[in-house]
């Protein structure tokens, strides 16, 4: 879908973009079914979806419309409220999975149906390791609010991003986003434009895609041959993650806390040493 400068909305990265959709979107003490913790903090309820671990080799693709469908109809029985569906389809947080084109045409399917507006989250969407991009959920329905950012690609620190919203959306998420923040960093946006402008960025992109390839071929080898028995991790395809699953037996937060301390180099011996307590 085309779009033009009266419903895209630039932003200090794309997380204020969510932050700014959750403040319009969700009112205090009513419930929702999916969302960050932007969410939470409005006094939202969160709804999630399995998307994660898989045995080893087996790429998960992340949301299933199924299921999603399942969890709509279930929360509309309840009487609750649906105010927008939360997604990273492009190597996603925390997965670093693809979804598929004909899953993102089914959820697209079941959200209109059901009148369950989309927030697409897509910081790593140029990020594949092999320099695979997928079609924005964006480009083929207007049903979806888009949020993006050069923060992932080139510019980690000045933090600009962008959303680019329905018509009936636009004006008021402009208007709230001014309300918390007057303007976002217009240096920034001009840094950014510079280079977007004068740069080879697509250049220094593809060599980011090959560097971070590189390391998570590292991670996946070390998880490969160090990781006990009974976990399972996601193998990405882009973007900065893979999510472990650990057995149901193991006290993850205790886990974690012990890596902090003792140094991530023995992460997997203080793993396995939980596993056989």
């Known amino acids: 879908m085309a779009f ?22 969700i009112d205090p003490g009513v419930r929702h079914p999916r969302g960050s913790a932007f969410l939470l903090g409005r006094h939202g309820r ?59 045409d089914r959820i697209c399917e079941v959200c209109a149906a059901h009148h369950v507006l989309i927030a697409e989250d897509n910081p790593y969407g140029l990020l594949g390791f ?9 480009a083929d329905d207007e049903n979806v609010v888009y949020l993006g950012s050069a923060s992932k690609m080139f510019t980690p620190g000045l933090r600009v991003g962008w959303t680019v919203a329905p018509d009936s959306l636009a004006t008021i998420l402009g208007l709230q986003s001014e309300a918390v923040a007057l303007n976002p960093s217009v240096f920034a946006q001009e840094v950014v434009a510079g280079c977007l402008e004068k740069y080879d ?15 998570a071929q590292a991670l996946m080898d070390a998880f490969d041959e160090h990781m006990p028995g009974g976990v399972t991790w996601t193998r990405p395809e882009g973007g900065f993650y893979s999510w472990i699953t650990l057995p149901q037996d193991v006290d993850s937060y205790d886990l974690c806390m012990k890596g902090i301390d003792k140094g991530a180099e023995i992460f997997t011996t203080t793993l396995k040493k939980a596993m056989n307590a």
């Open 201 to 215: 960025w697509r250049s220094v992109r593809d060599e980011y895609r090959v560097l971070y390839g590189k390391w």
């Open 4 to 25: 033009t400068r009266e419903n895209a909305l630039v932003t200090t990265g794309s997380q204020n973009g969510l932050g700014t959709l959750a403040r319009v979107m």
């Open 130 to 138: 092999e320099g695979q991009t997928a079609r924005a959920v964006r």
């Open 46 to 104: 969160v709804r999630g979806r399995p998307g994660g671990g898989r045995p080893r080799g087996d790429r998960p693709r992340g949301l299933t419309p199924d299921e999603l469908e399942e969890t709509i109809e279930e929360l509309e029985s309840q009487g609750r409220r649906i105010k927008f569906l939360y997604t990273i389809p492009s190597f996603q947080n925390a997965g670093g999975t693809m979804m598929p084109q004909q899953r993102r």
